[in-house]
């Protein structure tokens, strides 16, 4: 499938920033699974970006201005042909032992409700347990915008009941590692079949399966990952993995908004040409 991909986020400032940084982790890798063909980072005012990597592999571009700022637009645009393989995520450039990702963080804290949630799933073997995971999630987290922030823990998620993507993650990650299994936050984009336009980018979650490798769970929607995704980034959390991560100094009354369109190139060629 060949997937194309528009993504904006723009920051307005009441007051000029003198000063702006951004960790941007826009651009996915080539893969087996997925091809990039072509992708830009631009932005609409003189900056600085530098090109580099961080410990989980991902791609990195690290944004300065050069001058005062009212308003700055980061702007990704790239074509991707993604092939399905399951869910499992073929071999990589893995940097980092799959150990790495039992480490407990902030946001996916076990507490005693994810503990006993977990230990419905213990028994099965190591992939059924999973699936049965995700399916449990899916129909215990309601999948409803605005009742969450990013700073919401997987228990806290879970005790609510509702949550975005994101939230279905880390509840998925931290029950995971509660059962001894390795588990990880993804980024990246989703082709809908409803939908072009959307309001973010996606986020699943992979878990650690001994001679299967790294496999892909999305909790949100109750699926493993196909070629409808495109794997940008990946975290212990979302901390790690997010697309866009920074801060001004000297502005006052920051507004952020973003504009996502995620297509079936091949359809919408087809479209154009009829």
Do not use: K
């Amino acid at each position: 499938m060949r997937i194309q991909i528009d993504h904006a986020t723009t920051y307005a400032y009441d007051r000029a920033a003198r000063f702006i940084i951004q960790v941007l982790r826009l651009t996915p890798r080539s893969t087996e699974a997925q091809q990039v063909r072509r992708w830009s980072v631009e932005t609409d005012v003189d900056t600085r970006l530098r090109r580099s990597e961080d410990a989980f592999g991902n791609i990195v571009h690290t944004l300065y201005t050069e001058q005062p700022t009212e308003s700055l637009t980061v702007r990704m645009t790239g074509e991707v042909i993604t092939s399905d393989t399951g869910g499992v995520v073929p071999p990589g450039q893995e940097t980092l032992s799959p150990l790495v990702f039992l480490r407990d963080t902030a946001l996916t804290h076990r507490d005693r409700l994810i503990s006993v949630f977990a230990s419905e799933f213990s028994a099965h073997p190591p992939l059924e347990r999973l699936h049965r995971l995700m399916a449990a999630i899916h129909g215990s987290v309601a999948f409803e915008v605005g009742v969450t922030t990013p700073t919401h823990t997987a228990a806290e998620v879970l005790a609510l009941g509702r949550g975005v993507c994101q939230d279905h993650a880390h509840v998925f990650i931290a029950c995971a590692r509660q059962m001894g299994t390795p588990a990880r936050y993804v980024s990246g984009h989703l082709l809908r079949s409803d939908t072009e336009d959307q309001d973010a980018a996606h986020a699943w979650a992979e878990a650690w399966i001994e001679d299967l490798g790294w496999v892909g769970f999305d909790p949100a929607n109750g699926v493993c990952p196909t070629d409808h995704y495109v794997r940008v980034a990946t975290g212990l959390d979302y901390l790690g993995a997010a697309p866009v991560r920074g801060a001004s100094y000297g502005g006052g009354g920051e507004r952020l908004s973003v504009r996502l369109s995620v297509r079936d190139a091949d359809m919408q060629q087809g479209q154009q040409q009829a």
